[in-house]
């Protein structure tokens, strides 16, 4: 068995709850195979055997092991409030998240692993991603970068006296907030195309020769909207969109015209 730990935050919640079974899935599954594979041995907060104050316990984990493994799925406080202090420490750190959740704004710039526990394809693609961004830290740990560290670099030039450095500040703190609202856009877009998916599959439908969408049923009003939705990515009707969907309400009669 390693003796190196690789740590992981993630939320636990009480025996035979659902929070716990995607938990001990995503660590039996993904983490233990992905890290195992590195020559890490990982541990949850609820399996340290060691006696004494769990908290301190965690802390420790959290500041010394050579490797953390976040699990930020459901945004649970612990788990934001360990996050941080790895942040802090600038030490190496792969954060995991349930696949359709939405990152915090302050950490939508880092690099987070997209995953469904319940899509065997997603599990294979979390592990080898996983596996990749380990073995980099392990190449080389300086190129980790952390909303706190990125700060507190940005802060250091703001305050040389050096002009040019004051001003790479400014235009890194720009470019650091651009790739934060572009990665957080990109994540809202990947889930919204993963919900219209979700729906098409739950959806009885069938395609025309041009291959868009039409309804083989009396469609609801989220599959109309569904319909004209992938209708509108569909390359063959770019030039030439569908007419938008009825939402479904009835629409008001005409008044009678009056009479002259």
Do not use: W
Not at 47 to 66: K, N, Y
Not at 104 to 128: E, M, W
């Amino acid at each position: 068995m390693s003796d190196r730990v690789c740590f992981v935050i993630a939320p636990i919640g009480e025996a035979e709850s659902e929070i716990r079974k995607r938990s001990d899935q995503v660590l039996k599954h993904i983490i233990r195979p992905a890290t195992g594979e590195c020559g890490y041995r990982a541990i949850r907060a609820d399996q340290i055997s060691e006696p004494g104050m769990i908290t301190s316990q965690v802390i420790q984990h959290v500041v010394e092991d050579p490797l953390v493994v976040a699990d930020l799925t459901g945004r649970n406080p612990n788990v934001f409030y360990e996050l941080a202090i790895r942040h802090a420490l600038r030490r190496p750190l792969i954060q995991l998240i349930q696949r359709g959740q939405a990152l915090p704004f302050d950490i939508a710039g880092t690099r987070t692993i997209q995953l469904d526990h319940r899509d065997l394809d997603s599990v294979d693609s979390a592990k080898k991603e996983m596996i990749a961004q380990i073995r980099a830290l392990e190449e080389n740990p300086s190129k980790l970068e952390t909303p706190i560290s990125v700060s507190l670099d940005l802060q250091s030039l703001r305050e040389s006296g050096n002009p040019e450095e004051r001003s790479l500040a400014e235009v890194l703190a720009a470019l650091n907030d651009l790739r934060g609202n572009m990665m957080a856009l990109g994540q809202r877009m990947e889930s919204s195309f993963q919900m219209l998916a979700d729906l098409n599959d739950r959806d009885r439908s069938r395609t025309d020769p041009f291959g868009n969408y039409v309804a083989d049923y009396g469609s609801s009003g989220n599959f109309n909207q569904l319909s004209y939705l992938m209708n509108m990515r569909s390359p063959l009707v770019a030039d030439n969109p569908p007419a938008r969907p009825d939402s479904g309400k009835a629409k008001k009669p005409r008044p009678p015209a009056k009479p002259e």
